[in-house]
């Protein structure tokens, strides 16, 4: 089991920067792939990015790659996604998700276990 609180979401304007932090509580933390999924308004959820249990295999949506960077410190129980180069079209709640298992996996469907959410909103 692991519980997941995210934090760092607020409005920022396009171009901008904005680091997001996930704080995980469970003793296994590290035998976990943790992922940074989000859900624009009236939209499904959709995958951003993941990290392997080492932090050594990340995935990012094609949407984000180059601009946002996931990373975790395993010592502290901690995942952050930085994101650069706001645009507007990045502007949901997103969601820190946890998954059992080596795979770095993309598909919603596949995380085990969600935080609450923190909202992002990106103006132009």
């Known amino acids: 089991q692991v519980q997941l609180v995210e934090s760092g979401g607020g409005l920022v304007q396009a171009g901008g920067s904005l680091r997001l932090s996930c704080a995980a509580s469970?003793?296994?933390?590290?035998?976990?792939?943790m992922g940074w999924l989000r859900q624009a308004p009236g939209k499904g959820r959709e995958f951003v990015a993941a990290v392997s249990w080492s932090g050594g295999s990340t995935r990012y949506a094609d949407s984000v790659k180059g601009r946002f960077t996931i990373s975790r410190d395993n010592a502290n129980y901690t995942v952050h996604l930085q994101m650069s180069s706001l645009k507007p079209e990045d502007t949901a709640v997103y969601f820190c998700?946890?998954?059992?298992?080596?795979?770095?996996?993309?598909?919603?469907?596949?995380?085990?276990?969600w935080g609450q959410g923190t909202q992002v909103t990106v103006s132009s």
């Open positions: 998700a946890a998954r059992a298992g080596m795979a770095v996996v993309s598909p919603p469907e596949d995380y085990e276990f």
């Open positions: 469970g003793r296994t933390f590290s035998r976990y792939t």
